[in-house]
């Protein structure tokens, strides 16, 4: 089976720099990805690494390490519309096949 | 970019009675679509993919004669929860590859309360 972890919950500043890990347990791994979701609203994608290595798209970025099972996603700049839920999410099965990890609730305050 | 357009977006419905939450490709044909349930503060646990033409393949614990799913073109997919019950509400989302090359475009979600 899959199985993805993250912190719960982390706060930051404004500003500031976060890091938000996920480790992972799969089979028939292609890729990790990220999404985020406000408050009653519906996920939208942020990033997605196949390989080894640090991607960067504006103010994020993620990280993959596959022999670690191991990504992050690094927000920089943190402004208030940034708090929100951020799931990683392992791609399987040829892309098929999307889980999602436990979530982490992201809060920037002042 | 890649638009995917659920309704209802929210639904109250008496025990007993189904309901039935579509999904639509708006501007991309996708062959398929997945269906996840989310309950507050969890993650998102994937149902369903729905199967353009063909049968969907519910994930292990999902009871298809429950949640049956139909995807009977290449551009809408419908979930219908039958004979709901109260524990059956939840917030049921739908997502499809779009022209993303790697991300998953979601719908807005279908809040579902049954009483």
């Known amino acids: 089976g899959q199985s993805l972890e993250q912190p719960s919950e982390v706060t930051a500043v404004e500003g500031a720099i976060v890091q938000i890990n996920c480790t992972y347990q799969t089979s028939g791994f292609y890729g990790l990805s990220w999404y985020q979701q406000h408050d009653g609203g519906a996920p939208t994608f942020l990033s997605y690494n196949a390989l080894d290595g640090l991607e960067e798209t504006g103010r994020f970025s993620s990280f993959l390490s596959r022999s670690d099972s191991y990504g992050y996603l690094l927000l920089q700049e943190l402004q208030m519309k940034d708090s929100a839920s951020y799931f990683c999410?392992?791609?399987?099965?040829?892309?098929?096949?999307?889980?999602f990890g436990t979530g982490t609730k992201l809060q920037v305050i002042p | 970019g890649a638009v995917v357009s659920q309704h209802p977006s929210w639904v109250i419905c008496k025990s007993g009675t189904s309901v039935k939450i579509e999904c639509r490709s708006l501007d991309f044909q996708a062959t398929t679509m997945f269906w996840y349930r989310q309950f507050p503060k969890q993650s998102l646990m994937l149902m369903a993919t729905s199967n353009e033409g063909s049968k969907a393949t519910y994930e292990q614990g999902v009871e298809k004669d429950k949640f049956l799913i139909n995807h009977a073109s290449l551009t809408l997919s419908t979930l219908t929860v039958t004979s709901a019950h109260p524990e059956d509400s939840s917030f049921y989302i739908c997502?499809?590859?779009?022209?993303?090359?790697?991300?998953?475009?979601f719908g807005s979600g279908t809040r579902l309360t049954v009483v």
């Open positions: 999410a392992v791609y399987s099965g040829g892309y098929q096949k999307v889980t």
């Open positions: 997502s499809a590859r779009g022209q993303e090359r790697y991300g998953y475009t």
